[in-house]
């Protein structure tokens, strides 16, 4: 799933250890490493149910020592995700490399024990205050609604049973149920959280989301050639204000936030935020079979797939890939090809209807969307839609 800024997350459930001679520790490492890889060069949120580790799974000493051996110092920072007898040597790894944790923008040790928090005082002093701005703790499932979509996670039964027992235990009985206001009706000039139908009522009847159209005009005015461009952050106070700006109607200027990076994360912001993807769940699955069709057919069964949208979901996509299209031809400056656009907004574009985006999902959604960046021009050429 994605934080509130639009990060991706990895989540590490100590409970899912098995027992430590049952476990082929090899294919640990090369698992970890396969999953790392599709995010860590960019911004990243780390996720540590910390519940469930025993004496029993904790891997080996001379294990830990391979880890560190296999890990090249591309991954230096990224293993917080291990268990919680690695804490001490990863926050010392982490202070002699700071550069490597740059991308790692959050760290939340969820069910905490007192000797992690003894750990971390101990190593406090050594570790940048920056870095330790990065660390939070939290007691409780429910705090995690904070920071991030909560319903994205894949929890294992076993944590929230023990996240149920620790509030029983603190209150002598389960929490009341709280009742829940009923939602406020959206404003006339909601952008964020609504269908495009919505928007496009409230706009004269205009196909492009007022929010898009502003963002990518002012990126291909000024940030074509940014490096890293869609793959950084930016402060999280600030998206919410500029999105409370859009959602009242009232006009933004990014020049007043001198940083490129707010309007693209916006834009992520906005598809992500949409009721039903772009790409709509009914062609979830189609996606999804991307993979299993002739590397030949894919860009026909691209175009297939896309001619089937909606008239106003073809309309915001087509502008849309068209502009990550004109930033994929600057490539040789930003960094960010086809390929690499696709990481960030696959997950922005589709998603199920139900549940979470699995891992083994992400491959067919990934190369789809690089596909219809890569063949933007084949793929739309052939279809026009009334008020494009």
């Not at 496009?200 to 291909?220: A, C, H, R, W």
């Not at 005015?221 to 700006?245: C, M, N, P, Y």
């Not at 574009?349 to 063949?375: C, H, M, Q, R, Y």
């Amino acid at each position: 799933g994605d934080d509130n800024s639009g990060r991706k997350v990895i989540t590490f459930s100590c409970c899912r250890m098995p027992p430590s001679h049952q476990l082929n520790h090899t294919r640990l490492l090369e698992y970890l490493k396969y999953t790392l890889d599709q995010y860590v060069e960019n911004d990243y949120t780390v996720v540590y149910f910390h519940y469930g580790l025993k004496s029993l799974n904790k891997p080996s000493l001379k294990w830990l020592q391979t880890a560190y051996k296999e890990f090249d110092r591309k991954y230096v920072s990224k293993i917080f995700v291990l268990p919680s007898m690695l804490f001490k040597g990863l926050l010392t790894i982490s202070f002699s490399f700071p550069r490597y944790k740059k991308n790692l923008k959050a760290l939340y040790v969820v069910h905490p024990t007192n000797f992690i928090k003894i750990l971390w005082n101990i190593f406090k002093p050594l570790i940048s205050h920056k870095f330790g701005k990065k660390i939070t703790y939290l007691n409780y499932l429910s705090d995690l609604r904070e920071h991030l979509k909560y319903d994205q996670l894949n929890i294992p039964q076993e944590v929230i049973r023990h996240d149920e027992n620790l509030r029983r235990k603190q209150k002598g009985k389960l929490p009341p149920v709280v009742k829940v206001p009923p939602p406020r009706p959206p404003l006339p000039t909601q952008q964020f959280g609504v269908s495009l139908q919505y928007i496009k009522d409230k706009n004269k009847g205009e196909l492009i989301p007022p929010v898009m159209k502003e963002t990518v005009s002012y990126l291909k005015r000024k940030g074509l050639q940014v490096e890293g461009l869609f793959r950084r952050s930016a402060s999280i106070q600030t998206i919410k204000d500029v999105q409370k700006l859009y959602n009242q109607g009232k006009s933004v200027n990014f020049d007043d936030y001198h940083d490129i990076h707010i309007p693209a994360v916006i834009l992520k912001t906005f598809l992500r935020e949409l009721p039903q993807p772009l790409l709509t769940f009914e062609c979830y699955d189609h996606i999804l079979g991307i993979t299993s069709v002739e590397s030949s057919l894919r860009v026909t069964r691209c175009k297939q797939i896309v001619q089937a949208l909606p008239e106003h979901n073809y309309v915001v996509l087509k502008y849309l890939i068209c502009f990550l299209h004109m930033v994929s031809q600057e490539s040789i400056y930003n960094r960010m090809t086809a390929s690499s656009l696709a990481c960030v907004f696959g997950l922005n574009l589709i998603w199920p209807s139900k549940g979470t985006t699995s891992l083994s999902a992400l491959v067919p959604l990934n190369l789809f969307t690089e596909l219809l960046i890569d063949f933007y021009t084949n793929i739309f050429n052939s279809r026009t839609v009334p008020g494009e």
